[in-house]
Antibody, heavy 120, light 110 residues
Framework: QVQLQESGPGLVKPSQTLSLTCTVS??????????WSWFRQPPGKGLEWIGY???????YYNPSLMSRLTISVDTSNNRFSLRLSSVTAADTAVYFC????????????WGQGTLVTVSS | EIVLTQSPGTLSLSPGERATLSCRAS???????LAWYQQKPGQAPRLLIYEASSRATGIPERFSGSGSGTDFTLTISRLEPEDFAVYYCQQYATSPHMYTFGQGTKLETK
């Protein structure tokens, strides 16, 4: 069964870049059968879609984050990554990665999430 | 951007009762693009229903989804203790290419 695991710093300073990685196990990220996505959830609030990438590197981003966002894929290590620049306290959230079956519009497997706090 | 509004915000029921959760969209949503998730504290969301009415793998039959256009419903026929959680609906829109969630319904024990 596929598993996704987020990793990265739990604390980022304002104006710096937030970087997270999602490692996929139990399946190949380059199979082409799935797209790979990021979400976030501020403490006590709802879910926000950040963006997704497919195995070939094609990306779709949330328009509200597009100017600060880069999602990339590393097929040799079966993982994909998120970089969000110029962070502020408003970017403090639990960040999740998830999988989208190709051709579908829902998220069937999720990582457990990792809390990132933006603070000096 | 399509906005999803879930109601009620909080639903207080007892185990064994029937739960009906609503998700209303600001514009028509294709049934193929509507999903429901369950989230418990400290956990990731879990897919329950996709394409408005199809149960995800391993989801009990007491969970069902229905609706079309702008009005969608998640029904839990007989509540089990493990069903008390927050539930989110999610939609996909083509223009702009975007996924959005409702604000959630908290299902709590009465």
């Amino acid at each position: 069964q596929v598993q996704l695991q987020e990793s990265g710093p739990g604390l980022v300073k304002p104006s710096q870049t937030l970087s997270l990685t999602c490692t996929v196990s139990g399946g190949s990220i380059s199979s082409g059968d799935y797209y790979w996505s990021w979400f976030r959830q501020p403490p006590g609030k709802g879910l926000e879609w950040i963006g997704y990438i497919n195995y070939s590197g094609s990306t779709y981003y949330n328009p509200s984050l597009m100017s600060r966002l880069t999602i990339s894929v590393d097929t040799s290590n079966n993982r994909f990554s998120l970089r969000l620049s110029s962070v502020t306290a408003a970017d403090t959230a639990v960040y999740f990665c998830a999988r989208i079956p190709r051709g579908r519009r829902y998220f069937d497997y999720w990582g457990q999430g990792t809390l990132v706090t933006v603070s000096s | 951007e399509i906005v999803l509004t879930q109601s009620p915000g909080t639903l207080s029921l007892s185990p064994g009762e029937r739960a009906t959760l609503s998700c209303r969209a600001s514009q028509s949503v294709s049934s193929s693009y509507l999903a429901w998730y369950q989230q418990k504290p400290g956990q990731a969301p879990r897919l329950l229903i996709y394409e408005a009415s199809s149960r995800a793998t391993g989801i009990p039959e007491r969970f069902s989804g229905s609706g079309s256009g702008t009005d969608f419903t998640l029904t839990i026929s007989r509540l089990e203790p493990e069903d008390f959680a927050v539930y989110y609906c999610q939609q996909y829109a083509t223009s702009p290419h975007m996924y959005t969630f409702g604000q959630g319904t908290k299902l709590e024990t009465k």
